[in-house]
C-alpha cells in the first residue's frame, strides 16, 4: 500500500528496507494478540479499581475507596488480612517443593534397571491437572473413608478432618500443591545433575570431600540455572495458587483457606455478587505483589543478556 | 556422577536400594492410587463402609462406561481437545514469528518488547479477569470454546516467544548471513532456513502447551459455562454433582479427565522434558 508507483521498482524498495521491515512484521499479530489480551486489560484492572461496578449498570467513579475497603477490612471481615496471611504461608511452605525435588532427584540419579520408568513415573503428578490433585486430595484426607485417617488409625491416631480445620486447611492444601511442584523440581535437577561435569566431581573426591560437602560446595553451584528457574516457577505457582482452594475448600471453612487469587473471583464472579471494582482492587495487590517478584526476575535475566 | 553410582557400592546396599526405590514411588503415588482402586470397586462397597479392604467385585468396566455412556464426560472431553488443539495451533504459529524477529534480528526496543512477553507471562490471572471477560462478552465470545481459544493463544505467546526466542538464539548466526548473501529474501531465510531447525522446539513447546491448556481451569470457568462450550476441568465439577457421593463414578471420571495429558507424557516424554528443562542447563 505504500504508494509504491512512485518509486520506480516497488521490488527494489522492499529489498533495501526488508531488513528494518520484516521483523516488525513479524512481531505484529503476537504484539498485537498479547497488547490486546494481556498487557492493556492490566491497566483497565487498574482504572476499574476506582469504581464501582456491577458488571452491568454505569460504573461509579469512587477514588480509592475500594482500597481503604481492603485496609480497614469494611466490607468483609477477617477476609483480605487472612488471604494476605495465607498468600505468605504459600510463599513460604511452597518453596520446600525446591529441596524436596532435590532430594527425590538425588535419590534416583543412579543407573540401574528401569530408572527411566522410575522417574517419569514420579514426575507424572505434574502432568495431572490441579483439579484433579484437588479431587485425589480431598478424598486422601475425608475424615471418614480416606487413606490418611485410615492409616493414623493403624498407628491409634486420628481421625482429624484436614479441610474441616480452619487451623490445618491450608496447610492441607498447600501438602496437595506440593505433590506436582516437587515433582516438577525433580524432573528440573535430574537434568541439572546430568550435566555436572564430572571431572570436578572426581577432583572433588581426591580433595576429600563426599556427602554434604560435595553437594554444597561442587554439585549445588553447578545446578544454579536450575535452581533459578525452579525459584521463578515455584514463587509464580504459590501465588496464582487458585484450583486446588477452589476444589478443595470454596475457600472455606469459614474463609479461613482464602488466598487473594481466590478472594477476588469469589468478589467478582461468585454468588457473593458482582463487585468488579473490588475485585479489580484485589487484583491489583496481587498484581503488586507479584511485580517485586518479576522485576528480580527479569533484572537477573537482564543481567545474562549483558553477560552473554 | 552425583551421588556415587550404586554400582560402586556393595551388594547389600545395592540390593537395598533396589527394593526401597518402588517402595518409594508406591508411598509417592498413594493418593493416586487410592483413587484408582476406588474406580474399580462397586457401588455397594461404599453403601458397606468397605473402603479399603478387598473389594467384593470387580466393576472396572461398568464404573468406566457409566462415565462415558451415562455423562456429559465425552462432550466435555471433546471441548477440550477442540479448545486445546486450535490453541496450541495458534500459539505456536504466532511465537515462531515473533521468536523470529526478536531472535534474529537487531533493532531497538529488542529486548523491552522480549522482556513485555515473559513479564506478561508471570502476572496474576486475576488482573485480566475482569476486562477479558468483559472483551470476550462484547464479542459475543462469551461461553463459546472460541472465546477461550482466543485468550489463550494469546496468552501463552507470552511463554511461547521466550521459549522461542532463546532457542533462536542458540542456532548457528552464519547460516543465516549466508543466506542474506546470498541475496534470499527475509521471509524465505524464516520459511526455508530457521523454521526446518526449530522442529525440535516446536515439538516440545506443543506437547507442553497442550497439558498447560488441558489442565487450565480457571479460564474455563471465567469464560465459559455449561456443557456445550466448557472443557473436561471445569466439567468434572459438574459431573461431581450429577454422582454426588458415588465415590466410584467420582473417582473413574476424574481419571478420565486427567489420562489426556498423562498419554501425552508418557508418548512425547523426550520433548516434553526438553520443554519444561529448557535453560535448566547452561
Known amino acids: 500500500m505504500s504508494m509504491a508507483s512512485s518509486s520506480p521498482s516497488p521490488h527494489g524498495w522492499w529489498r533495501r528496507n526488508q531488513q528494518t521491515l520484516a521483523p516488525a512484521l513479524f512481531l505484529a499479530p503476537g504484539v498485537l494478540f498479547f497488547a490486546v489480551y494481556v498487557i492493556f486489560p492490566i491497566f483497565q484492572s487498574f482504572n476499574l479499581s476506582l469504581y464501582e461496578w456491577d458488571g452491568l449498570g454505569t460504573a461509579e467513579y469512587v477514588g480509592l475507596r ?60 505434574f502432568v495431572i491437572s490441579q483439579v484433579v490433585v484437588g479431587l485425589v486430595f480431598s478424598w486422601f484426607y475425608d475424615p471418614t473413608f480416606g487413606l490418611l485417617n485410615t492409616i493414623l488409625g493403624w498407628v491409634g491416631l486420628g481421625p482429624i478432618n484436614v479441610l474441616g480445620d480452619p487451623t490445618l486447611v491450608t496447610y492441607g492444601i498447600i501438602a496437595a500443591g506440593l505433590w506436582p511442584q516437587t515433582a516438577y523440581c525433580m524432573i528440573l535437577y535430574l537434568t541439572g545433575l546430568n550435566a555436572v561435569d564430572p571431572e570436578q566431581i572426581e577432583a572433588g573426591r581426591l580433595d576429600g570431600a563426599k556427602g554434604w560437602r560435595m553437594l554444597w560446595h561442587v554439585v549445588l553451584p553447578q545446578l544454579r540455572p536450575a535452581t533459578f528457574i525452579a525459584f521463578v516457577v515455584t514463587i509464580i505457582g504459590a501465588l496464582r495458587s487458585f484450583d486446588l482452594i477452589s476444589v478443595m475448600t470454596e475457600g472455606g471453612p469459614f474463609g479461613s483457606s482464602r488466598v487473594l487469587a481466590y478472594y477476588m ?14 475485585g479489580a482492587a484485589i487484583a491489583v495487590v496481587l498484581f503488586l505483589i507479584m511485580l517485586c517478584f518479576i522485576a528480580y526476575f527479569l533484572w537477573s535475566m537482564y543481567r545474562d543478556e549483558r553477560r552473554g | ?270 520433548h516434553f522434558i526438553a520443554g519444561l528443562t529448557l535453560g535448566a542447563v547452561k
Open chain 1, 265 to 278: 473471583f469469589e468478589v467478582a464472579l461468585s454468588e457473593y455478587g458482582f463487585r468488579m471494582g473490588y
Open chain 2, 1 to 270: 556422577m552425583f551421588p556415587t553410582p550404586i554400582e560402586k557400592r556393595s551388594a547389600a546396599v545395592r540390593n537395598s536400594y533396589q527394593a526401597l526405590v518402588p517402595f518409594a514411588l508406591i508411598l509417592w503415588l498413594l493418593p493416586l492410587i487410592a483413587v484408582a482402586v476406588f474406580s474399580i470397586r462397586p457401588d455397594a462397597d461404599f453403601a458397606n463402609a468397605n473402603y479399603w479392604g478387598w473389594p467384593s467385585s470387580f466393576e472396572g468396566v461398568t464404573n468406566y462406561s457409566m462415565v462415558f455412556f451415562e455423562s456429559d464426560m465425552p462432550r466435555y472431553l471433546m471441548n477440550s481437545v477442540l479448545i486445546t488443539v486450535p490453541t496450541v495451533l495458534g500459539a505456536v504459529a504466532l511465537s515462531c514469528m515473533t521468536g523470529f524477529a526478536l531472535g534474529v534480528y537487531r533493532f531497538k526496543g529488542n529486548l523491552w518488547v522480549f522482556f513485555m512477553f515473559v513479564a506478561g507471562n508471570f502476572i496474576p490471572f486475576q488482573i485480566l479477569m475482569v476486562p477479558v471477560r468483559d472483551l470476550t462478552l462484547d464479542l459475543g465470545l462469551y461461553d463459546t470454546k472460541t472465546g477461550l481459544v482466543l485468550f489463550h493463544v494469546a496468552f501463552q505467546t507470552g511463554f511461547c516467544t521466550l521459549f522461542m526466542r532463546n532457542f533462536i538464539r542458540a542456532l548457528p548466526r552464519e547460516l543465516i548471513e549466508a543466506a542474506r548473501v546470498e541475496g534470499v529474501s527475509e521471509f524465505r531465510i524464516f520459511w526455508y532456513v530457521v523454521l526446518p531447525l526449530m522442529r525440535p522446539a516446536i515439538a516440545a513447546l506443543s506437547v507442553l502447551i497442550f497439558t498447560f491448556i488441558w489442565n487450565d481451569y480457571f479460564w474455563a470457568i471465567v469464560l465459559t459455562q455449561g456443557p456445550d462450550s466448557q472443557p473436561v476441568t471445569a466439567g468434572i465439577t459438574a459431573f461431581n454433582s450429577q454422582f454426588r457421593a458415588m465415590y466410584h463414578l467420582m473417582s473413574a471420571g476424574s481419571i478420565v479427565a486427567a489420562l489426556p495429558p498423562v498419554a501425552m507424557f508418557f508418548l512425547m516424554q523426550k
Open chain 1, 66 to 125: 475500594n482500597y481503604e475497603d481492603l485496609y480497614w477490612e469494611w466490607v468483609d471481615r477477617d477476609a483480605f488480612y487472612t488471604s494476605l496471611k495465607n498468600n505468605l504461608i504459600w510463599l513460604v511452605l511452597y518453596l520446600l517443593a525446591i529441596p524436596a525435588g532435590l532430594f527425590i532427584a538425588l535419590f534416583l540419579n543412579q543407573n540401574v534397571w528401569g530408572i527411566r520408568l522410575y522417574k517419569s513415573l514420579f514426575f507424572f503428578p
